[in-house]
């Protein structure tokens, strides 16, 4: 059902954790069908310099967050806007059909997390 | 540990049923010396399943497995009853119950969906208050096929024979792991299927009593007495008959190794933190184990698994195809997260206390492992 690059990512996941100091946190997801990203951002002069994710969910929710933070490190935050939960997969080599709507949630935890830097409430206070 | 879903066949039970592909191909309906030695060996394997089930021949109807057998007594009772009326069943039922049941509502008829407790069983004296004058049907699953859990046939066809009320079993996962003597119990339709018995796919059966009675919802052929016409599936039916007798004369013997390795495994499981049992703790089947690991999901899990080698299956959403967790974690009050980390491990005739060994030695890595990545578990 999934591909190799699909389960390496889900067997080896990058960036796993939270920042202590991060400049923003994102979050998307709905308990309902299950699956939660909870993303940190390191941000310096408008660029990403680290980022960690945390993620409650299937297989490809994993992959894809653990993807999403390989692609975002070292891009500015416009850069970063124009990714999208589709590029995600694509980088990922494909994600099931079923998949695609409700565990491809990375890119939109990211725009949560730039906005609410953006809104200049992205310093921690939910942690 | 995924043989609630299915087993293997049996060596012995393929060697049985190879000739009745090659030398004895014929038709059971053929007057001629072929047609009547196959015939033979159907109603020699109608004898078996009978008596493995405490039944007369008479009363054993072979059919395409659980799901068609459900629908021909449902649909079937409704069906003869002609004018609408009211059928009681669990709201934990097999989607072949619970579907069917749905069908017959929009058809008109009104269904009665009871609630069970939190460990999956129906309550016989809320069965006995929904009764109403034009209920004819009750259909109460034997084990529940997620968590195992026993229903009280005995009580419920009590209840039943008392109302003269026809009483339907979905017994496809009991059948094979717990003795049954349809003597002493009041049930007069009882599905089950062969694949979960180390027999065949794509053969089952249908006890149905003396004196009861169904319309047929197919046409076309006086087989299994017009109840379920078509040319039998003579190979289906030889290797379900036989895998059934092996079953039943090991039953005992194999249901005390497996309850001792599901205790082993339940005691492992709930060792690891935050893990709770699903079902209820003795009266569930011999070889049903499910488990919620809380702050994880069910799919992950299962996938971890696998990387280890290890089969079993989820009642999360992501494992069921929908953006709902199974109908069964719900209805015994999990809220969502619990019934997303969710995982069933069914035990079959071929595990080993080594198996059981390797599953408690890889489960707490997978759900360690995926924890840490969990936004909401916090150690």
Do not use: W
Request: with cysteine; hydrophobic share 40%; proline share 5%.
């Amino acid at each position: 059902m999934y591909n190799e690059r699909v389960v390496e990512h889900f067997s080896n996941p990058r960036n796993v954790g939270e920042l202590p100091d991060a400049d923003a946190i994102g979050e998307n997801g709905s308990f309902k069908c299950g699956d939660t990203m909870k993303i940190y951002l390191k941000i310096k002069d408008d660029r990403i310099v680290d980022v960690r994710f945390l993620t409650f969910g299937c297989g490809a929710a994993i992959a894809s967050s653990s993807m999403l933070t390989e692609m975002v490190k070292g891009k500015t935050l416009d850069e970063a806007m124009e990714i999208t939960n589709q590029d995600v997969a694509d980088e990922l080599g494909g994600l099931p059909p079923l998949k695609l709507h409700c565990s491809n949630l990375a890119a939109d935890a990211l725009h949560n997390a730039i906005e609410n830097y953006r809104k200049g409430k992205g310093k921690i206070e939910t942690a | 540990m995924d043989h609630s879903a299915t087993t293997p066949v049996r060596e012995e039970v393929v060697e049985a049923m190879l000739p009745f592909y090659r030398e004895l191909y014929g038709n059971p309906s053929s007057v001629h010396a072929l047609g009547r030695t196959v015939r033979r060996a159907v109603e020699e394997a109608r004898e078996k399943t009978a008596l493995a089930l405490g039944a007369e021949p008479t009363e054993i109807y072979f059919t395409a497995g659980g799901t068609e057998s459900n629908n021909i007594t449902l649909r079937g009772a409704a069906k003869k009853r002609g004018k609408p009326g009211h059928i009681i069943t669990s709201s934990i039922e097999h989607h072949a119950v619970l579907d069917v049941c749905s069908e017959l509502a929009a058809e008109g008829h009104r269904v009665t969906f009871l609630p069970v407790d939190h460990y999956g069983r129906v309550n016989v004296n809320q069965l006995q208050a929904a009764i109403t004058p034009d209920t004819f049907m009750f259909s109460i699953m034997a084990a529940n096929n997620e968590i195992g859990t026993l229903q009280p046939l005995a009580e419920i066809g009590e209840v039943a024979r008392e109302h003269q009320i026809l009483f339907h079993t979905d017994a496809v996962q009991l059948v094979g792991q717990l003795p049954i003597d349809l003597k002493s119990l009041n049930v007069d339709f009882l599905s089950l299927s062969a694949h979960k018995f180390n027999g065949p796919k794509g053969i089952g059966a249908l006890y149905m009593r003396k004196g009861a009675k169904v319309t047929p919802l197919y046409c076309g052929g006086g087989q299994e007495r017009k109840l379920r016409p078509g040319t039998e599936n003579v190979p289906g039916i030889v290797g379900l008959s036989l895998a059934l007798e092996l079953a039943v004369a090991e039953i005992e013997e194999k249901r005390k190794r497996l309850e001792a390795l599901r205790t082993k495994m339940i005691k492992g499981l709930l060792a690891i933190s935050e893990t709770i049992l699903n079902g209820h703790p003795e009266e569930r089947l011999p070889n049903n184990v499910n488990v919620s690991f809380k702050h994880i999901e069910g799919e992950a899990i299962l996938l971890g698994l696998d990387l280890e080698g290890i089969a079993a299956s989820s009642g999360s959403a992501c494992s069921s195809g929908s953006l709902d967790p199974s109908h069964v974690l719900s209805a015994i009050g999990l809220d969502h997260p619990t019934a997303h980390g969710s995982i069933r491990f069914s035990l079959g005739r071929g595990n080993t206390k080594e198996d059981v060994d390797y599953l408690l030695q890889v489960v707490p890595r997978v759900v360690d492992k995926l924890r840490r990545i969990s936004p909401t578990y916090h150690a």
